[in-house]
Every structure is written in structure tokens, then in C-alpha cells.
């Protein structure tokens, strides 16, 4: 299991994306804060992963967060949501 980050850095190709697909930096800070799973991609590379509601009515999506955890601080590559909660989510 990866350590939470609260210490950051978006990268401009991130925040590009996360405007484009409405996704706000709160959603991002909670989630690497305390993620509900995380996945090792290549050395130097973690996404952090949770389950969200958003919207009236309320739908869950899976926010992915790909970051490169050797650095410092560490960088936010990139961030999407997806309904395709089973295709990533682990069961453990």
C-alpha cells in the first residue's frame, strides 16, 4: 500500500484534465490523501484510486489518479474518472 500524499505537484497536462473532465483539485487532494486502493504501474509510478458519488441523483465512479512517486514533491501525470468501477477495482 502506497503512503497518502498531501504534498504535490499538478503537472500542466493534469490540470488540462482535470478542467476538461470537471474534476475538481478537492477530489483530487481527498483521494491521494486516503486512497481507497493503489496500484504500482512501473517503478516510480502509483495510481491512487477511490470510489465517488458526484451528481443528483448520486452515481458512483472510480477517480484514478496516475502520479510519479520519485520525486519530490511527488507529480500528478494525470486524473480521470470512470464508471467502469469493476474493470479496475481489486478485489481483495
Avoid at 4 to 31: C, G, N
Wanted: aromatic share 8%; no cysteine; charged share 35%.
Amino acid at each position: 500500500m502506497a503512503k497518502p500524499i498531501t504534498r504535490y505537484r499538478l503537472t500542466d497536462h493534469a490540470k488540462d484534465e482535470m478542467v476538461r473532465r470537471q474534476i475538481s483539485e478537492e477530489d483530487v487532494a481527498k483521494v491521494l490523501a486516503a486512497p481507497e486502493q493503489t496500484e504500482t504501474v512501473r517503478d516510480g509510478r502509483e495510481v491512487y484510486q477511490s470510489r465517488l458519488a458526484s451528481g443528483e441523483p448520486p452515481i458512483t465512479y472510480l477517480l484514478r489518479i496516475f502520479v510519479d512517486t520519485d520525486r519530490q514533491p511527488p507529480e500528478v501525470v494525470t486524473v480521470y474518472r470512470t464508471s467502469k468501477i469493476t474493470k479496475y477495482w481489486r478485489a481483495d
